[in-house]
Structure formats: C-alpha cells, structure tokens
C-alpha cells in the first residue's frame, strides 16, 4: 500500500466527523465557523501526539475521536452558547430595524402625532403598546447576556431563545396590524406607502425564518441538572 494511502484516509475520516459535528451545529455562522476550526486544531494536535508516539494515522485518528466524543454530543454541548449566540444575533437586528420601519408607519399613519398627542398616536397606530413591550424584551435580553451580567442576572440559552421567539412573534403581530390598518383606510398609495408596506413584509418574512430557527434550537436545548452543559478537550484550547 501507497506511503500516502493511509494519510488521505486519515484526513477522509477526520473531515468526515467534522462534517457531522457542523451538521448538528445551530446558531451564528461565525461561531459555528470558529468552534469547528477550534476543533479541528485540536484534533490534528491530538492525532500528531498520537502519531510521534507511534500510533499508524488510522488508529491514532480513530483515538483521537474516541476521545472527543461523539458528533451529537460535541453539538450538544456547544447548543447553549450557540443559541445565546443566535438570540443575539436575531435581536440585534430587529432593534436596528425597528426605527426604519416605525418612523416610516408613523409618517405614514400619523404625521402629526406631536400635535394629536397619545391618544390620538394610539388610535392611529394601536399596535404602539405591542412595539413597546417588543422593544423592552429585546433590549433586556441583549443587556442579560452581554456583559451586563456583572451587575444584572444573566438569562440563560433558552430563555434567550424564547424571548428572540416572542419578539418575533410580536414583530409580525405588529407589522400585519399595520398593515391591516393601512389597507382598511383605503388611502392613496404614495411611495411612503410602498416603502413601509415592504419594510413590513421583509420584517414578517424574516421573523418568520427567526421563529422556525428558535423553536428548532429551543427544542434542541437539553438542560444539565445545573442549567449549563460544558465539554472538556484535552489540550484542544476549547
């Protein structure tokens, strides 16, 4: 047998088991990027130990899994840091984009709301005390788990995750309503209309995505006894 055979088969079999790992990873494609190449350099370091001290490539590579573990349990304990990951993500995003498409309603449904005061802002716009309480969720997610947690008790994965849903929920809650309300005043359509009808309907669509993306990840989370799963590599620096 070819010097090189046993190598290449080597190399098969680890980027293999690295592509089940990533497959069972859900969350950012960053974190997942670096988690995997975290990985990897530990697993080649462990291979090249087992290598010097002997081992064919073969054998030391299937050592070297035995001793990371199995695909699903490697994505297991890195789902909760993944999911705080991707609850981020997501909340960020609806916050960055919540004044495009409120100020763009708001013109639309209210221009004047300064002078019309609450109750008229209200009547206009009523899905305002939904937005609110979107905002406040979001807001003290991110502050729970960012480095706020110094001084605020931290949120866990899964309530990160529940809370990204519900936002979510209540972002397409709200954009319909607007939507809705828009449509039943059978005004003119000027391009202010245009722009906040399809601000709108991108915020659905992608809410949409993020609730089917929550509820996989929260369905995937499993809770250890003291709410955390952790995972130990030997000199892998993970």
Sequence with gaps: MNA????????????????????GLRGPRRRRAGILDELRDGLEQAIAEDTAAGLP?????????????????????????????????????????????????LLLLQPHAWRTGPAGLLAAIPVIPLVA?????????????????????????RQAVAATMAVA????????????????SATAVPLLAVVAVAASLIRIACSGITVRHTTAIHRHLT?????????????AGV
């Design 4 to 23: 090189a055979q046993p190598a290449a088969s080597a190399e098969a079999r680890l980027t293999t088991y690295l592509a089940e790992i990533a497959a």
């Design 57 to 105: 490539p073969d054998r030391a590579v299937t050592a070297g899994i035995e001793q990371f573990g199995s695909p699903t349990a490697i994505a297991d304990a890195f789902a909760p840091e993944l999911a705080t990951g991707y609850a981020r993500h997501a909340l960020a995003w609806f916050i960055a984009t919540g004044p495009l498409v409120g100020i763009s309603w």
């Design 133 to 157: 309480v979107a905002v406040v969720a979001a807001v003290a997610t991110l502050a729970a788990t960012g480095r706020l947690i110094r001084w605020i008790p931290e949120a866990g994965p």
């Design 169 to 184: 929920a209540l972002a397409v809650t709200g954009d319909t309503a607007v939507i809705g309300v828009w449509a039943w």
């Design 223 to 235: 809770p250890s006894p003291d709410g955390r799963t952790t995972v130990r590599y030997r000199d």
